[in-house]
């Protein structure tokens, strides 16, 4: 080993020890990050049911791992490095094994700022192509600041955007360790570069932010249109348990993804008919009976929001 690598190993490590210092300073407050296991291979941690804050490291998406003989691969990266931090400590609990992948399902801030502790240790990144649109525009850049404000000490001046090593546009077969991974591209939908990711030996598919269970769905700038054709698409892999972008596990699919149908379909057919009969926004959503959907969590922080990207779309949709 030269003298450099020794060096550059040293330095390394030194800035892990410190991000996991600072973890463990903090760790009272924050939520629990334990990894459920999700099949013999597989196993996930839970993010919460919030917006993300300080309290809770922006800690409000899922994200996973599997262990093959040859490596650790894992699915989306969390919303800080020092939750990335926590991931991999979860993981060295399991197996001293390397991290040999991670596959990132989409470019939201909630499932990417954590890139950077991955990254350092060597890992292989694996996005979809259309991802670097957002990742080099002025959004991406302007959230990161303002995320650096809100959500410091977490995510601060230190956290930065991770291109992916591996840009695909495909469907594309990863084998780590004899383990076949299927990853295949399922947007425009939540986002363009939406990917979900099958694990046909044990028949786990980790469907990013196409599913949300248990709480509102975040929909932003997300073709819904699509969105509810790609839900269709995920049932043909035939999984037995299905880990969404957030909230438990599913063990019956059809049923689980139902809820995020339902709504995207109730907000299409909703604000379809006030942008046809050019009803006001705030009259339409006035108007709107919401209680099917008005129990869930975040329903009063994400609803408005929703409905109005909704109606914006489908008046774009009309002309």
């Not at 709107?288 to 774009?316: C, G, I, K």
């Amino acid at each position: 080993m030269t003298k450099t690598t020794t060096t550059f190993l040293v330095r390394t490590m030194a800035g892990l020890g410190l991000a996991l210092m600072t973890v463990l300073a903090w760790a009272d407050e924050a939520p629990p990050l334990v990894a459920q296991q999700v099949a013999p291979s597989a196993w996930y941690v839970e993010g919460v049911s919030a917006l993300g804050s300080p309290a809770n490291q922006n800690f409000i998406s899922n994200a996973a791992f599997v262990v093959t003989p040859a490596g650790v691969v894992v699915i989306d990266a969390l919303g800080s490095p020092a939750l990335a931090t926590r991931l991999v400590a979860e993981i060295r609990k399991l197996t001293p094994k390397p991290i040999t992948h991670v596959i990132v399902t989409h470019y939201h801030a909630d499932h990417i700022y954590g890139l950077q502790a991955f990254k350092a240790l060597g890992a292989h990144i694996i996005a979809h192509r259309a991802a670097k649109a957002y990742l080099n525009s002025d959004t991406a850049r302007l959230r990161l600041e303002v995320s650096r404000q809100e959500l410091a000490p977490w995510v601060n001046d230190d956290t930065r955007l991770v291109e992916a090593d591996e840009w695909i546009d495909a469907e594309k077969s990863l084998t780590v360790g004899g383990v076949q991974f299927q990853i295949k591209p399922v947007g425009p939908s939540h986002t363009p570069e939406d990917l979900a990711v099958y694990l046909p030996s044990e028949k786990v598919l980790f469907a990013g932010d196409l599913v949300f269970r248990s709480r509102i769905p975040y929909v932003g700038q997300a073709d819904s249109r699509h969105w509810i054709v790609a839900l269709e698409r995920l049932l043909a892999f035939d999984a037995s348990v299905i880990v969404p972008g957030h909230g438990p596990l599913s063990h019956e699919a059809r049923k689980d993804m139902q809820l995020t149908r339902d709504y995207l379909v109730y907000l299409r057919e909703s604000m379809g008919k006030a942008a046809q009969n050019l009803e006001p926004f705030e009259e339409a959503y006035q108007n709107t009976d919401w209680s099917q959907f008005e129990h869930l969590p975040l329903f009063r922080v994400a609803n408005r929001m929703n409905a109005y990207n909704t109606y914006l779309l489908l008046e774009q949709e009309a002309r």
